[in-house]
Every structure is written in C-alpha cells, then in structure tokens.
C-alpha cells in the first residue's frame, strides 16, 4: 500500500488500532507483578508457580517473536497482526477463566504465541504504511501510548489486586482486542512487501525458535536449580548450538527469515545492543523496586503502582518530542544521553535504605525515579525509530521482530540471572547477620530456609515474639542489600547500553543496500 500522512483518517486509524492491540501485551507485562499476592492467595501457587506464571509469556514470545514480523513481511501486516490479536484475545479469555496454576501457565504461553503474532506487526504497520517524513513522530505516538499503558498498568493492577480481582487484568484484553479487531478490519489496508515471494524460512523458524526456547528455559532453571546443573547445561548449550546453526542457516537461504546483511549497518546492530542492555536493567530496576515498595517499605499494592505516575507524565509530555527531535536531528546524541541519565536515576534509587512507607516517598524513591522516567522519555521514542528507520520498509517487520525478541531475551536474563544472583546476595547477608544472633543451630537453619522467597519471607511461627521481630528485621535488611546491588547492576546494564550507543550508532540510519 501507498504511505499515508500521519493526520488523513488512514493515519490515525493505523496509530488508534496499533496502539489499542500493543496496550493489551504492555499491561500483561507490568500489571500482572503487582497482582501476584492476590493471585497467590487464590490460586494456593508456590513461588515457583509465581515465577512460571511470569515466564511461560516470555518463554514463547521469546521464541516465535522473530517468527512472527518475517510472517507479517512475507504474507500480509494486517493478516498476521489480525490472527495474533485474536490468539492473544482467546489466551487472555482463558487465563481469566482459568482455575489451577497448571492451566493458567499452559494459557499464558498461548498469550505469547498470540503476542509473537501482534507486538512486531504493529509497529511494522506504522513504519511500512505512514509517510517517512513523519515516520518518527508516528513512532514517538506510539511509544507514548504504550509506554504510558505499561507504566499505568501497576496502577491498574495495584488496584485490581487490593480489590481482590486480579482475574480483571485479562479480562480487560478481551473488549480493547475486539475493537482494535474492528477497527483493523475495517478501516485499514494491507500492508505486505510486494518484493516478496512469499517463501517461509521454515528450518530457520524451527532453528530460532528451538534455540531461544532452550536459552530462555535455561535461563529461567537457573534459579531453582542452580547453574551446575545438568538441566541448565544441556539447555543452554543446545540453545548456543541451534542458535549457531540458525545463523548458518541464513547465511545460506535463499529466503532468510533475518537477512544477514541488515547487521553491516551498525545502527541496526548498535541499537540492538542498546535495547538488550538497557531494557534488562529496565526489568531488573522495575521488578525489585516493586518488590522493595511493597514487601519491605510498607506500600499498598496500589500505592507501589502510584509511585511510577511521574515516569507516566514525563514519558506522556516528552515521548513525541523526542521522536521529534530525532527525525529533525538523528537518534545518536539522544542515544547515548538518555540510557546514561537513566543510569543515573538507577544508581540513585539503589541509595534508598529502610523508609517510613509512603510518607517518606518524595524524598526517597522520587528523585531516583524522576531521574530515571527523564533518561527513558528521551530513549524509548529514538530507539524504536532508530531500529525501524536503520532497514528498508520491506524489512520493517524483520527488524521489529529481532528487535523486541532481544527485548523478551533481555527481561528474561533480568528475571532469570539477576533473580538467581539476588538470592545469593540474600542468603549472603542473612549468613552474615545471623552469626552474631543468640539464636541456635536450629533456629539459623529455619532462617536461611526462607532465603529463597526473598522479600516475602517470613519469621518461623514458632519463635517467640521478641525473635521474630527481630528476624523480620534481619530479613527486611537483608533485602535492601540485595536491593541497592541488583539496582547498581541495573545502572551499569543502562550505562552499556549507552556505550553501545556511542561505538555503534550513527545519524545517516537507512542502509540503501538493505532494498534489496
């Protein structure tokens, strides 16, 4: 189809169901940690059944994410965008439905199935379909929306989960679904890439998907079964092995799924590293900040989610200025300026000790986040114009798809490997306080066993009332130390991320030799 200016009706029609259908995968995927107590309680799930229930989405976004932008480019934007919606609709429908940990696990992987459809469609419609003088502007609109959603989305679940309804979180899919459905269906053309002949990669497909899978499972055993394990070997070094002979795949296709040569621009290579970098200290920051609010400061669930309404505004004011600003003036400054501010606020939110809760928020955990929502307003609007603008449109939905694949690998390595380090650095800390204690052999031992619930632990019943306040605040402090680590951590990730940035990423994006 014929590119359309971002203010005719074909324009905002694009922009309303691109937006509406994204929104839906960004509440899932900020919302839903801040109704997991609620979700605990009514389902009796394990904190192992907590953490597959985060992951399973991930595990099969991760996957067939790249899967589905190659599909989009070769068969039609709007037809595969179309069947993710209505996949990650009827998975939404069913993990509201759903009545056992086993089930909602089974049904939050067809959410991700359903997501690898929709999430690299929308923006490879917008980028495809709108005309590339405003291409920037469209993009910054779009990371506005979503980014306001998936920061809205605690505040959303906070209250869902203080309600008792954290059912209502999927439920919420099911209508923005139907009219993104709608409204698709009716109102906006096909987008595919006419050069194609419509060959699908299917040994790259089962390569890649293979591959990622074995990395992301591997990645998630870590934490319950520790590194040495078989089970973590095997899979992560057959995810290395897949993963190489998907790339020797491609080297030889006819039809490549992910064309090599899109990796001798170093933009689209630079802006790749800076997304994996920067957005596992994103998860990491966000996940344990949550968790630090709630478990150890005193937060409601509903006031944890309220403390993020300043990153919302910010990321509302500045998010089309600065996709603005990088159509007038090029992604590269903006590139390496925002991921280093949002360090800054990282590492300034990792300073936050024991507070008095939310009486003490604007001179604690404020500052850090104000810091922090500044970085990012100025990041997310460039960065995503950087990847769409650094191939040609026949690739748009190619590269969204590498690109937010690397994005699902980097939450995971955040959730996985960072959650396996923080109970290191818990039992660390706990070992360390509890040897100057009065208490018994025993009593240590009942102590440490709660080492792996982190935040959520909890004193023995058995022990009288002195000790138990006493070990609550051995737990509480423990916690905060692996707290600040794990955000200092996370700055260092953003800072990367920023060099990456500063090696790689130049202003002139588009590759001419990449149309072909």
């Known amino acids: 189809m014929a590119t359309v200016a971002l203010s005719s009706p074909a324009g905002k029609w694009i922009m309303v169901s691109s937006i509406m259908a994204s929104a839906m995968a960004f509440i899932d995927a900020t919302a839903l940690n801040v109704v997991l107590p609620s979700l605990q309680q009514s389902l009796n799930a394990t904190g192992t059944d907590l953490f597959w229930i985060l992951n399973a989405y991930l595990l099969m976004l991760a996957a067939l994410i790249m899967i589905g932008g190659s599909l989009g480019d070769k068969l039609g934007r709007k037809k595969i965008f179309i069947t993710g919606i209505f996949i990650f609709i009827l998975g939404s429908a069913t993990c509201g439905f759903a009545a056992s940990v086993q089930l909602l696990i089974l049904c939050r992987m067809l959410q991700g199935v359903g997501g690898a459809l929709m999430i690299p469609g929308s923006l490879s419609l917008i980028s495809s379909s709108i005309h590339e003088k405003e291409r920037g502007k469209a993009i910054g609109t779009w990371s506005a929306f979503t980014t306001v959603v998936t920061l809205g989305g605690p505040i959303l679940g906070g209250a869902f989960g203080d309600a008792g309804l954290w059912r209502y979180i999927f439920f919420i899919n099911i209508p923005i679904g139907l009219a993104a459905l709608l409204i698709l269906w009716q109102k906006v053309q096909e987008s595919r890439d006419a050069d194609s002949d419509h060959n699908i990669d299917f040994p790259g497909a089962i390569a890649v998907a293979l591959g990622l899978a074995c990395l992301t499972f591997g990645f998630l055993r870590v934490p319950a ?228 619930n982190l935040g959520d632990a909890k004193a023995p019943a058995t022990f009288h009332t002195p000790d138990q306040v006493m070990v609550k605040k051995i737990y509480h402090s423990a916690f905060i130390t692996v707290y600040s680590r794990v955000m200092q951590i996370s700055a260092a990730l953003a800072f990367l991320g920023a060099l990456m940035s500063f090696l790689f990423i130049r202003n002139n994006v588009i590759q001419k030799g990449n149309k072909s």
Do not use: C
């Open 225 to 452: 079964v520790g590194l040495h394990n078989w089970q973590v070997y095997t899979t992560l070094g057959g995810g290395v092995v897949l993963l190489t002979a998907f790339i020797v795949i491609e080297n030889k296709s006819k039809h490549p799924m992910m064309p090599l040569t899109l990796f001798t621009n170093l933009t689209f290579t630079g802006v790749n590293l800076l997304t994996f970098f920067l957005y596992a200290g994103l998860s990491a920051g966000m996940l344990f900040l949550s968790l630090n609010m709630v478990q150890i400061q005193g937060y409601s669930q509903l006031q944890s989610g309220l403390t993020f309404l300043p990153f919302t505004i910010l990321m509302i004011s500045m998010a089309r200025f600065a996709g603005g600003l990088a159509d007038k003036y090029g992604p590269r400054f903006l590139l390496i300026g925002g991921p280093a501010v949002a360090g800054v606020g990282l590492l300034t939110l990792s300073f936050v000790k024991q507070t008095n809760g939310p009486a003490d928020y604007w001179a604690s955990f404020f500052p850090g986040i104000l810091i922090f929502g500044s970085g990012m307003s100025f990041t997310v609007a460039p960065l995503t114009a950087a990847v769409m603008g650094s191939v040609s449109d026949h690739f748009s939905g190619t590269a969204s798809g590498v690109n937010n694949a690397l994005t699902r690998i980097a939450n995971v390595f955040a959730n996985a490997v960072l959650g396996a380090l923080a109970v290191l650095f818990f039992t660390g800390a706990l070992q360390q306080q509890i040897q100057h204690t009065a208490l018994n052999t025993k009593q240590k031992q009942l102590i440490m066993a709660q080492a792996p």
